[in-house]
């Protein structure tokens, strides 16, 4: 069975700091990996996405993520924070075995501070 | 395009009754998945239809049940509703291709209380 694991709840980052997000993962055959934020009262927005090629992916509002195969990890990761990041982050993955159902990890909420 | 539309945004319900929720997905979108969100929880995964089958399924008791309709609006029931119910409920529809790489597209939710 898939699994992703996002091992903190919370992640705390002053304004204009670097901040990553961590992300690993389990599963069968090569993985698709997606990150997605949530603001409050909405629904998930794409952020970015590893299918193949390039381990370091570049996504929206300057966000990236680093594949690392052989430590199963995808964090996501940003230069400089801003206040207007603040959100619920949320790693996914889905194998690319036959057609799977997208396991989401449990979040992290992201405070940054000015 | 418009985006993916979920209704009832609100629904309050009373312990044993059921409730339908509604997805219109994006336009052209084929695929549509729904998840279950609560605190602590994350999101569960709840099913998916692609051209109105159901493609995969999530480990929820057969309370819960869904269908898709030729225009791909999908609608998800829950029977005799219990207070664990109660959750913010997600619907995700992805490009025609259905393929494993998509990207979902998420609609706000319906937050669904039960009493």
């Known amino acids: 069975a898939q699994s992703v694991a996002q091992p903190e709840d919370q992640v705390n980052v002053a304004e204009g700091n670097p901040l990553t997000v961590k992300c690993t993962y389990s599963?069968?055959?090569?993985?698709?990996l997606f990150w997605y934020v949530q603001y409050p009262n909405r629904g998930l927005q794409f952020l970015l996405k590893?299918?193949?090629?390039?381990?370091l992916v570049k996504g929206s509002y300057g966000f990236e993520a680093e594949f690392n195969k052989s430590q199963t990890s995808f964090h996501l990761k940003k230069p400089s924070a801003l206040v207007s990041d603040s959100a619920l982050y949320f790693c996914a993955v889905r194998g690319s075995g036959g057609y799977q159902k997208v396991t989401f990890g449990t979040g992290t909420k992201l405070q940054v501070i000015p | 395009k418009a985006g993916v539309t979920q209704t009832p945004r609100y629904l309050i319900k009373t312990r044993g009754q059921q409730v339908t929720l509604s997805c219109s997905p994006i336009?052209?979108?084929?695929?549509v998945s729904w998840y279950q969100q609560t605190p602590g929880q994350g999101l569960q995964f709840l099913f998916e239809y692609f051209s109105e089958t159901q493609r995969n399924k999530g480990n929820f008791p057969g309370r819960f049940s869904g269908r898709q309709f030729s225009n791909s609006r999908s609608e998800m029931n829950v029977s005799t509703l219990e207070l664990g119910d109660s959750a913010l409920y997600l619907c995700?529809?992805?490009?025609?291709?259905?393929?494993?790489?998509?990207?979902?597209?998420f609609g706000p939710g319906t937050r669904l209380t039960v009493l």
């Open positions: 599963v069968s055959g090569n993985p698709y």
């Open positions: 995700a529809s992805s490009p025609p291709s259905g393929g494993s790489t998509d990207t979902q597209y």
């Open positions: 590893y299918i193949t090629g390039d381990n």
């Open positions: 336009s052209g979108h084929r695929s």
